[in-house]
Structure formats: structure tokens, C-alpha cells
């Protein structure tokens, strides 16, 4: 009868202080009329995971400060494929170098926000990229 | 494999994706519960309500990490509001539940209100029965906790838990009486804040004096410091009274009959309604109907009682 509703997983991995750009990035997929699960700071990259198992989202957007993202988004990529959940996208948004962009969509990281990009852009890229399943 | 078969297989992902086909209202998702069905009627489910910032989803992790020392199976489903605007919603329960994402003995699901206005979702039930059939040993529910009409969650729940907070002050005369009959259970929460003995002691007395004689049950007012887990042996051990009381005093029997003739009823409603609608609709009739009313050419009592006539005589033939 109704038709799918989008389902997206707002997270912060690793142990950088403060979620103000999750939270911001949340609200505008919120007001984009998408159901935004937000998990807040300090996840590892299984309890992620195993959130967005178990909310059945279609992609997992992440925010990372630390410079830890060469390690910590691409285990979350590792570990979805692990679950066979590899069908759910990632994107991520945060300080992130232009020289680190490739190396990470080769690990499975479909798309990467740098500094400045506007919550417009990601709820286009959002509807654009994310097939409803 | 179909997907309740999958869930009887202890599959995570067709679990949550059944839910995903319930909340979006998939007509396929029935078939699902029917074979799901038999597998019901088995977990003991727990409601929670109270105001936000109360410290609901904090007890509800806490209640989760008790029973789980018990080697329970424990569902989460945790109930936010879908904004009226765009449709959309936060749901950010989980924040304070983190701690058993990887546990395989919980599962944690997170429902927006999408439009249900009694403090859970219209999925809600089927979500539950969901997590029931999965082998939970206990669900948990946790409401929206935004108005005093959160009647639904008592008709959900074989024990529901009223959360409140101190420094309601004298506005504890404030609190509808709604709330007061809907608790079986009372927990003033954040008993490291001033006033909390008070709020407690108001709450009791105005418990017993709405107690009536013939209920079997008093309910209590328990207190937490949820951040910290104290008071959360108590509180599980008086929700197994409260089970006990259930049990021992034939209100189940009668719980569960009241709670299936309100599903049945307005599964009904909904049957019958989309049933009736889709032959009222059919060569533009319902559009018919409408413009006659638009021109009083006749009034919107007749066309419904003919209608409703015309629908069963047909049915008889
Ligand atoms: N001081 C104090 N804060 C608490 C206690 N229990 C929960 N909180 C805090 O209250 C806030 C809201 O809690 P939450 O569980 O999200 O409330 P909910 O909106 O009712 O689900 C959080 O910051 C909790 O850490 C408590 O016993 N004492
Ligand atoms: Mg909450």
C-alpha cells in the first residue's frame, strides 16, 4: 500500500570528542523526510554494523574528525561484508585529505563529503545513490 | 526460503527486514505472520512510558543488561516521533543501548510514529510478535512519552511502567489521572536529584487513593538512578511480581482475550473498509458519490447506508 521509507543509520565511529556535524547532517535527512537512526558518538565499527543489521537500513552515513578514517571506515566496510550486508551503502562526511578519497572508495566507501559540502548536496547525492530496495 | 522461515532459522536480516515490510505496510509481510503465528503468545513484554528526557531508553538499557544476566533473550522496540512536516524522523534510542548492539541475545529496533498518535507505532504490535516468534524471552517497549494519552501501550504490555522525574514539584497534581491508571509499575528515575523522596511519596499517596478495593494489584513506586543502575534489581524483580500476579490471579487470561478482541476488532475495520472501498471506488462510483454530495443532490447518511446495504447483499448472493 505505502511505499518504502528510507532508512538511514547517522553514526560517529572512533573517539573524537563531539557530534555536531552528525547531528546537523541528521536533522537535514530528517527534514529531507527520511528516518534517520542516530547512534550517536563513539561507536566501534561492529556495533554499527550490527545497529544497521538489526534497523534494516539502506545505507550508513558516518562522521569522522579523529584522522583515523583510513582505518575505521574501511572495517566498517570489512565488517558488512562479513554479515553478508555488503548490499548496504556508506558514506561518510569530516576532515578528510583529497589524497585519502580513492583509497577509501576502494574500500568499499561509496561516497565521500570533504569540508564544506552542504546537507543539500548529500540529501541529493542520498536520493540519487540510494536505490530504494 | 521465505522470510519467516529464514527468521525461524535464527536469520537476523530477514528478521529486520520483515519488520522494515511491516512498518511500510507490504502486503506480503502477512503471509509472514501467519506462518509466524504459532510461534507467538510467548515472550513476556514490557511497556514504558514517560516524559522525554525521563530516562526511558537509560532504563531500558539497564532492564536489558538484568534480564540478559539471567541469560534472557531480550527485543528492544523504541518508539520515536515522525516529524508531521516531512514525514521524516530521528530515532535515537539506541544512544544509550550501544552497549548491546553485538550482543546476539538482544535485538534492538527503532520505529518511527508515522502518523500513530498513542505513543507507539501501527507496526508495533507486529513488530513485537516479530521478535516473540524470533525467541525473545522478553520485549521492551518504549513509547514516545510526549502526551498522557499513551493508552495504546497498555493493551501491549503485560506490565507497563510509568517513568517520571523529580522536580515536577507541585505540578505532580497536574499529572493526569490518565497516567496514574495506567502504571503498573511507578519509578521516579534520577533519584540523585533533589525532591525525588518528595515526588515519590506524592506519587504513593495519590496511588492509594485511586486504588480501587476489587484490583488485585498495587502498584508501586520504585526509585532509579538509572545512569548508575541503581534501583534496577527492584524494579525486575518487581516486574516478575507483577507477572506473577498476572498469572497466579487469571487477569493473563483476561489481558490477553481483551488485547485480541481490540486487534481482531479493528483488523476487521481495516479489512472490511479497504474491502468496501475498493468495489466503492471501482468506475469512478466513489467520485459519484462525492459529487452528489458536493451538490446536495443527496446527503453523505443516505449514500453510506445504502452503500453498507448494497456491500452485504451482494455478499449474500
Ligand atoms: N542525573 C541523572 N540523569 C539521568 C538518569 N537517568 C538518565 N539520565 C540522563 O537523562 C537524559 C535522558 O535520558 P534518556 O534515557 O534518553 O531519556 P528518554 O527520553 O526518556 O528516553 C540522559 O542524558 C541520561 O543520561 C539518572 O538517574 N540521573
Ligand atoms: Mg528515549
Not at chain 1, 561484508?81 to 548490499?87: I, L, R, S, T, V
Not at chain 2, 516486574?239 to 482475550?257: D, R, T, V
Amino acid at each position: 500500500m505505502s511505499s518504502r521509507k528510507l532508512r538511514i543509520l547517522v553514526g560517529k565511529p572512533g573517539l573524537d570528542g563531539h557530534d555536531r556535524g552528525a547531528k546537523v547532517v541528521a536533522r537535514a535527512l530528517r527534514d529531507a523526510g527520511f528516518e534517520v537512526i542516530y547512534t550517536g558518538l563513539h561507536q566501534t565499527p561492529e556495533q554499527i554494523v550490527a545497529a544497521a543489521i538489526q534497523e534494516d537500513v539502506d545505507c550508513i552515513g558516518l562522521s569522522i574528525l579523529s584522522g583515523a578514517h583510513n582505518t575505521l571506515l574501511p572495517r566498517v566496510s570489512t565488517v558488512l561484508k562479513e554479515k553478508n550486508a555488503d548490499d548496504i551503502a556508506i558514506f561518510c562526511g569530516g576532515v578528510i585529505p583529497e589524497d585519502d578519497i580513492p583509497g577509501l572508495k576502494a574500500a568499499g566507501i561509496k561516497e565521500v563529503f570533504t569540508p564544506g559540502t552542504s546537507t543539500e548536496d548529500i540529501i541529493k547525492w542520498v536520493k540519487e545513490n540510494i536505490a530504494e530496495k | 526460503m521465505g522470510l519467516a522461515d529464514r527468521i525461524l532459522n535464527n536469520d537476523i536480516r530477514a528478521a529486520a527486514r520483515l519488520m522494515r515490510d511491516i512498518d511500510d505496510g507490504l502486503e506480503s509481510a502477512k503471509a509472514e505472520l501467519k506462518q509466524l503465528y504459532p510461534h507467538t503468545g510467548k515472550a513476556y513484554i514490557i511497556g514504558i512510558t514517560g516524559p522525554p528526557g525521563a530516562g526511558k531508553s537509560t532504563l531500558v538499557d539497564q532492564i536489558t543488561a538484568e534480564y540478559r544476566g539471567q541469560g534472557k533473550r531480550v527485543g528492544v522496540v523504541a518508539i520515536d516521533p515522525t516529524s508531521p512536516f516531512t514525514g521524516g524522523a530521528i530515532l535515537g534510542d539506541r544512544i544509550r543501548m550501544n552497549r548491546h548492539a553485538e550482543d546476539e541475545g538482544v535485538f534492538i529496533r527503532s520505529l518511527a510514529t508515522r502518523g500513530a498518535l498513542g505513543g507507539i507505532s501501527h507496526s508495533t504490535g507486529d513488530v513485537v510478535n516479530v521478535m516473540d516468534a524470533m525467541g525473545m524471552d522478553v520485549v521492551i517497549i518504549e513509547t514516545v512519552g510526549v502526551g498522557q494519552d499513551e493508552i495504546d501501550i497498555v493493551r501491549m504490555a503485560h506490565t507497563t511502567i510509568v517513568i517520571m522525574v523529580p522536580g515536577l514539584g507541585d505540578d505532580i497534581q497536574a499529572i493526569k489521572a490518565g497516567i496514574l491508571e495506567i502504571g503498573d509499575i511507578f519509578v521516579v528515575n534520577k533519584s540523585d536529584r533533589d525532591g525525588a523522596d518528595r515526588t515519590a511519596r506524592e506519587l504513593s499517596v495519590m496511588l492509594e487513593m485511586g486504588h480501587s478495593r476489587d484490583s488485585g494489584w498495587m502498584p508501586k513506586v520504585l526509585m532509579t538512578e538509572g545512569n548508575r543502575g541503581e534501583g534496577i534489581k527492584a524494579l525486575v524483580t518487581e516486574c516478575l511480581a507483577h507477572k506473577e500476579y498476572l498469572l497466579s490471579s487469571g487477569a493473563l487470561n483476561k489481558f490477553i482475550m481483551e488485547k485480541n478482541a481490540v486487534i481482531l476488532m479493528n483488523m476487521l475495520k481495516d479489512g472490511l473498509f479497504n474491502e468496501a472501498f475498493r468495489i466503492v471506488s471501482k468506475n469512478g462510483k466513489f467520485d459519484k458519490m462525492v459529487q452528489e454530495i458536493t451538490d446536495h443532490s443527496s446527503d453523505p447518511y443516505t449514500i453510506v447506508e445504502n452503500t453498507v446495504k448494497g456491500l452485504i447483499v451482494t455478499n449474500r448472493n
